[in-house]
């Protein structure tokens, strides 16, 4: 079973339908017995940073991620909440990866919206891939990149297209909306 993080951000249901198209069940959850005791868990979002992160802590689930032993995917928002601090609602992060989310400039067109290039990709959610894969992106915000950068993106400047950090994954990019190369990612997340 796969649990997936309810905690009223945006994209929930088109990660649940990703992952259930390559044959994992799924379950929505914010019990912290479900989550504990799924195979997988997955942390997707579309959202703000600030709004997200009150609703972990509100839920209790902000302790309970930072605990987790099983295989971990953080999505977009819920990269950057795995992150130590966002510039988005000055707030303040699960601390997973200790590196900051920034805003890009605002001179450039922002969000970052539509397929780009990943490159320098290392680790397993990149097994039997193409070294250079096109994903689709939006997002204003990135992660710096850092010692957990295992893809990167050049978007204004290089940033964290990917990281991890023991059990814990997270990408940038939204592997349900990059085709079948995003379902590659997936699967490779998912066979952990």
């Not at 097994?127 to 993106?153: G, T, W």
Request: hydrophobic fraction near 40%; glycine fraction near 6%.
């Amino acid at each position: 079973m796969i649990a997936i993080i309810d905690y009223q951000a945006g994209n929930i249901q088109s990660v649940s339908n990703a992952v259930e198209r390559l044959g994992f069940d799924t379950v929505l959850t914010r019990d912290k017995q479900t989550i504990l005791q799924a195979d997988k868990v997955i942390l997707p979002g579309v959202g703000e940073a600030s709004s997200a992160m009150n609703n972990l802590t509100k839920y209790e689930l902000d302790t309970l991620i930072k605990n987790i032993k099983q295989p971990f995917l953080g999505i977009c928002l819920g990269l950057q909440l795995m992150c130590d601090s966002s510039e988005e609602g000055q707030t303040n992060g699960l601390g997973i990866f200790n590196t900051k989310v920034k805003r890009f400039s605002a001179a450039e067109k922002v969000p970052h919206m539509g397929w780009n290039t990943l490159n320098t990709l290392k680790g397993p959610l990149f097994n039997r891939m193409d070294q250079s894969p096109d994903v689709y992106f939006v997002h204003s915000f990135y992660a710096e990149l850092s010692k957990y950068s295992i893809a990167q993106c050049d978007y204004i400047l290089p940033f964290s297209a990917a990281m991890q950090k023991d059990n814990y994954y997270a990408t940038q990019f939204h592997p349900e909306k990059s085709g079948t190369i995003g379902q590659e990612i997936l699967k490779n997340f998912l066979i952990l």
